[in-house]
């Protein structure tokens, strides 16, 4: 890489650190940049703090091999990536201030011809608002930096492939920076680069997420309804998805995880008059949720009422998706956190066959609890739990993640 030497990434979390292995492994100079000490020393060491497939290996390389730094301080570059998380605050309005902190710690650093990009995901013109704020600090550089817009879109356990080989939207606020922008992508992603400006590239990683939120409530609204009509949502979808043009997702217990489940909220935000489906999916998505809290809390009772004695209620799957060890929004998490806040006196199996243990649930091997357990909630669909046999008429199996039809 001849123009680009040394690339600042701000943010060592599930995108920038491989980010900045991937970078780094193309030899060059890469200063990776946490506000957490603890990983930084871990990174520095050449280990990772995150669970993400390959990304051990690519990162204790990087670091061996002196191309990647890590460090609690920013330090001079050709390049500055902002790779910090963007929450969204109780009102659901998006939080953008991780954003305009790690700019805060780079403005002094930048200098004519440098390259600014954010990968963050932002609320539209998010992008334009940094480089007004950025020109107002440093107003001798006006119009001498190049400032872009580039969302990441992997998905979490395929992510070292995934930011090699998915095709980029990149957008810079004037030609010149998607460009620049344009040529620093190629240097180490395979997937085709496309080009367009800042707004539109913002208002493109929210529609993704916002389109996979809408159809995933099409398919759990679909599920609702097919409880009280008496038929088998699972073979509905399987039959309605052979019409050439139609394609149902699975409904679940729920949408979670730190994207889907956050970016449509910052369309809505924005939009509160004119985003009326994309609101409704959010809602219908988290109803989801509470839904089958109280479809097991019911079961609960109807058992007790006839059988005279309290259920064992085992939880299957305690992740925010299949076959991931990862926690964060969990609907299968609310959904024991709700259902155990109830009831003091039952027995409650919890089983979460991607973890070890868990901090305020004790967890039960899944075979146990499918043999001790008279209600069994399949909350997650992971692999393990397809080995399990199917009819079993002593016992109650309530299946929200389709584990028993796919
Ligand atoms: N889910 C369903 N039914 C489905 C598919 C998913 O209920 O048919 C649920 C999952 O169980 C989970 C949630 O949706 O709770 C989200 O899972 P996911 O696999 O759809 O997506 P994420 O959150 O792991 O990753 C998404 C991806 N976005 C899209 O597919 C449009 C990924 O490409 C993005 O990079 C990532 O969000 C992100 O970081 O924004």
Not at 318 to 323: D, Q, R, Y
Not at 355 to 363: P, R, V
Request: with cysteine.
């Amino acid at each position: 890489m001849t123009e680009l030497n040394k690339v600042t990434i701000l943010g060592l979390g599930y995108i920038g650190l491989p980010t900045a292995a991937l970078i780094a492994g193309k030899k060059v100079k890469v200063n990776g940049v946490d506000i957490n000490e603890q990983v930084v020393e871990t990174i520095n060491q050449g280990k990772i703090h995150i669970i993400e497939p390959d990304l051990d290996i690519a990162v204790k390389d990087a670091v061996l091999s002196g191309f990647l730094t890590a460090s609690t301080k920013a330090y001079e570059a050709d390049c500055y990536l902002i790779v910090v998380p963007t929450p969204f605050k109780e009102n659901h309005e998006p939080d953008i201030s991780f954003i305009y902190a790690a700019t805060e710690s780079i403005i002094s650093l930048l200098k004519p011809g440098d390259l600014y990009i954010i990968e963050s995901t932002s609320p539209v013109g998010t992008t334009e608002r940094i480089r007004d704020f950025i020109y107002e600090r440093r107003p001798e550089l006006k119009d001498q930096l190049f400032i872009a817009y580039c969302p990441e879109r992997v998905l979490p356990g395929n992510v070292m492939f995934e930011l090699k080989h998915n095709d980029r939207v990149i957008g810079g606020v004037d030609e010149k920076a998607t460009r620049k922008a344009m040529r620093f992508y190629s240097y180490f992603v395979h997937g085709e680069l496309h080009a367009t400006n800042s707004r539109t590239a913002e208002m493109c990683k929210l529609t993704e997420n916002s389109s996979r939120d809408v159809q995933i409530a099409f398919a759990n609204e679909l599920s609702i309804i097919c409880d009280k009509a008496g038929i088998d949502v699972w073979e509905l979808i399987r039959l309605a998805n052979k019409h050439p043009r139609v394609n149902i997702l699975q409904p679940g217990c729920g949408v979670g995880g730190h994207c889907i489940a956050v970016d449509p909220w910052f369309i809505v935000s924005d939009y509160p008059m004119e985003s009326k489906i994309i609101g409704n999916a959010r809602e219908v998505n988290n109803y989801k949720s509470f839904w089958c809290a109280e479809k097991i809390q019911n079961m609960k009772l109807e058992f007790e009422l006839k059988n005279g004695r309290k259920p064992v209620v085992a939880f299957m799957g305690l992740s925010f998706k299949a076959n991931i060890d990862d926690l964060r929004e969990s609907p299968a998490k609310y959904i024991v956190q709700r259902v155990l806040q109830s009831d003091n006196n039952s027995e409650f199996l919890i089983v979460e066959p991607n973890i070890k243990e868990h901090a305020l649930y004790k967890l039960t091997n899944y075979q146990d609890a499918y043999q001790r357990a008279d209600i069994i909630a399949f909350l997650v669909a992971h692999n393990e739990f397809k080995s399990l046999p199917t009819a079993q008429p002593d016992k109650i199996i309530l299946d929200f993640c389709g584990i028993l039809n796919n």
